[in-house]
C-alpha cells in the first residue's frame, strides 16, 4: 500500500491498497504538412499536380482506405458496418463481442460519417488555393484485442491529411500484464477490486508511460493506414505522435462498502465547499495569479449515475472524485492541455543546452512528465482531504465549547457553533492550504474581510479583531501555536468540533428544515 499519503495513513486500517495506473490515454498522429501555405508549396512542387486535381486524387484514395477495411475485417472474419448518425460504440463493439467472442486480434471495423478537419479548394487571386477546413467524412475505428493492451481501438480519417487516433487503457495494459506474470487478481470494468501482489501490480504500472511509444504507435498506423506503403508521396514521411488526453487515477480500494459509505458524503463536501480556486491551482502545481486568464471550477453531482462524484476544472484540465462499486475510491487527474504544466527539462539559450522550468508539451516523449505531474497533482489532492472525518464531537464537547473559559488570565466567551459568523470563521481556519504550514493572522483577515482596507487604521483594527478570535479559539483548544513563529494550526480536537459544525449546518440542518416545512 502507498503510505506516503497522509490519507492514507489516516485510514490504513480501512484500506485493502492503493494503486495509481493510468486509465484512458488518447494517442494522436499527424502527418507533416504543415499550414495552409505548405500544404500548396508540397502539392505544386513535391506532387507535382495542379491544385484543382488534388481534391480528386484524395477522393480516390479515401475509397481506398474503406476498401483495405472491408478487406481486412473479412480476411479477419469479422464484421464491418457503416453507421448513421451517433451510437455508443463501446455499447456496439461488447454486443459483438458476445455474439461473436474473438480471443485476439481484430474484433470489427466500424465506419462513421463525421466532421473532421481536412482540406478543401478555394478560388484565389490567380489560381485556386488549398485550405485546412473542418468537412465530412468517412471514419473508421478499428477495435483490437490487443494480446499487451486488451481491448483497445484506433480511429483513422480516411480523408486528407489521414490523422489517426489510438485509444489504450493503462488498465487493460496492467491487466493482460499481470495475467502474463500469473498475479492473482479481480478486474470489474476498468477497476480492481482484489489485487493479490498489490506491490508488484504497481511496479507494472509504473512502466506503462516508459514504453517504446513511437515504435508501438508506427506499428499501429502501419496496419491501419495501407497508403503509408502504396503512395510514394506518403513512404517519407511518418507519423508525429502527441498526447491528445491523458487520465491518471489513483484507486483507494476499502474493505468495505460501510467503510466508505460512511466517509464519501463528507469527502464530497468537503471537496466541494472547502476548496477554493486557489487550491485548486495549487493541487496542479499552479500558483494564483491576477494574468491568469481562464476559469477554475467545482462541480458536484450527486444525482448521476451510477454514483456521485466532484469535479475541479482549470480550463481544459481537471480533478475527479468519485466511487466505484462502492468499494473503491477513485481520484482521476485528466490532463488536455499540458503546457498550462511547468516541467523541468532541457531547452537551448544563447547556443547552450540548459535545465529550466519550461511548459510541458504534447509530444509522446513527455509521457514520463505527465506521469510525474498527474502522481503530484494526485498526492496533494489526498493529503487536503486528509482532513475530513465523520463528526465525532460528544455532547459534553459541545457543551463545553458554548461554555465560557480563561485563557492566559482573561476570561473569553463561549462559541456558538452554527451562527453564521462562528461559521465563517471556522471555514476560514480550516481551508486546505493551512493543513502543511498552518496559518497566520493576515491569512484570515484576508479570508474575513475580502474588500481592501479603506486606510492602515482600519486595517490595524482588523489585525486586532482577527488576533482576539485566534485567542478565542486557542482558548477552546480549537487551534494551537506553532513553536517559535506567529503561525497557528488546527489541533485535533478543533477539526472535530469545527467539522461537526459544518457538516450540521451545510448538510444535516438544511435537511431537516425540510422535513418540517
Known amino acids: ?99 461473436q467472442p474473438v480471443q485476439e486480434g481484430l474484433v470489427a471495423v466500424l465506419c462513421f460519417k463525421e466532421t473532421c478537419r481536412s482540406v478543401k479548394l478555394a478560388q484565389g487571386a490567380h489560381r485556386p488555393w488549398l485550405y485546412y477546413a473542418k468537412r465530412p467524412q468517412r471514419v473508421l475505428y478499428y477495435y483490437f484485442l490487443d494480446p499487451d493492451f486488451g481491448l483497445m481501438h484506433i480511429r483513422v480519417q480516411t480523408f486528407f491529411p489521414f490523422t489517426i487516433q489510438v485509444y489504450v487503457n493503462g488498465h487493460e495494459w496492467l491487466a493482460q500484464h499481470m495475467l502474463t506474470e500469473k498475479l492473482g487478481f479481480v478486474q470489474h470494468d476498468n477497476a480492481f477490486v482484489q489485487l493479490d501482489a498489490p506491490d508488484r501490480a504497481q511496479q507494472l504500472a509504473d512502466r506503462f508511460p516508459k514504453l517504446s511509444w513511437p515504435k508501438i504507435l508506427d506499428r499501429w498506423a502501419s496496419l491501419v493506414n495501407p497508403l503509408l506503403t502504396s503512395q510514394p508521396w506518403l513512404k517519407g514521411p511518418s507519423y508525429y505522435w502527441v498526447i491528445d488526453q491523458a487520465e491518471f487515477s489513483i484507486d483507494v480500494l476499502f474493505r468495505s462498502r460501510a467503510t466508505l459509505a460512511a466517509i464519501y458524503p463528507r469527502l464530497l463536501d468537503h471537496a466541494t465547499l472547502q476548496f477554493s480556486a486557489a487550491d485548486i491551482l495549487t493541487f496542479l502545481g499552479r500558483q494564483l495569479d491576477p494574468r491568469f486568464q481562464g476559469e477554475v471550477l467545482n462541480d458536484c453531482k450527486k444525482e448521476r449515475w ?145 474588500r481592501a482596507a479603506k486606510d492602515s487604521r482600519e486595517q490595524r483594527r482588523r489585525t486586532a479583531r482577527v488576533s482576539r478570535l485566534i485567542q478565542l479559539m486557542r482558548g477552546h483548544g480549537l487551534v494551537g501555536k506553532v513553536a517559535h513563529s506567529y503561525r497557528y494550526h488546527v489541533t485535533d480536537k478543533g477539526e472535530a468540533l469545527m467539522s461537526a459544525a459544518i457538516y450540521v449546518r451545510h448538510k444535516a440542518f438544511p435537511e431537516e428544515v425540510r422535513e418540517i416545512a
Open 1 to 99: 500500500m502507498d503510505t506516503n499519503s497522509r490519507f492514507t495513513q489516516k485510514f490504513a486500517d480501512s484500506i485493502v491498497n492503493v494503486l495509481g495506473c493510468f486509465d484512458r490515454v488518447i494517442f494522436k498522429g499527424h502527418l507533416p504538412f504543415g499550414n495552409d501555405a505548405h500544404l500548396n508549396s508540397f502539392v505544386d512542387y513535391k506532387l507535382r499536380r495542379r491544385r484543382k486535381d488534388f481534391l480528386p486524387l484524395l477522393e480516390t484514395l479515401s475509397q481506398e482506405r474503406v476498401d483495405h477495411a472491408k478487406a481486412t475485417a473479412a480476411a479477419a472474419g469479422v464484421t464491418y458496418q457503416y453507421f448513421e448518425g451517433r451510437r455508443r460504440k463501446e455499447d456496439l463493439i461488447r454486443k459483438m463481442l458476445k455474439e
Open 306 to 450: 451510477p454514483g456521485a462524484r466532484v469535479k475541479h476544472r482549470m480550463k481544459n484540465n481537471w480533478l475527479k472524485m468519485y466511487d466505484k462499486f462502492g468499494l473503491i475510491l477513485r481520484s482521476e487527474t485528466v490532463i488536455n492541455q499540458p503546457r498550462e504544466f511547468r516541467v523541468r527539462r532541457s531547452c537551448t539559450r544563447r547556443g547552450q543546452q540548459q535545465m529550466r522550468w519550461l511548459p510541458m508539451n504534447k509530444g509522446v516523449s513527455n509521457f514520463y512528465h505527465y506521469h510525474h505531474v498527474a502522481q503530484a497533482a494526485k498526492q496533494r489532492y489526498l493529503n487536503a482531504l486528509a482532513v475530513v472525518e465523520m463528526p465525532s464531537a460528544t455532547e459534553k464537547q459541545l457543551d463545553r465549547l458554548c461554555q465560557p473559559v480563561r485563557f492566559q488570565g482573561r476570561r473569553r466567551r463561549g462559541l456558538n457553533p452554527l451562527r453564521a459568523e462562528e461559521q465563517r470563521l471556522f471555514l476560514a481556519v480550516m481551508r486546505g492550504d493551512h493543513l502543511l504550514n498552518g496559518f497566520r493572522n493576515q491569512d484570515l483577515v484576508e479570508r474575513l474581510y475580502p
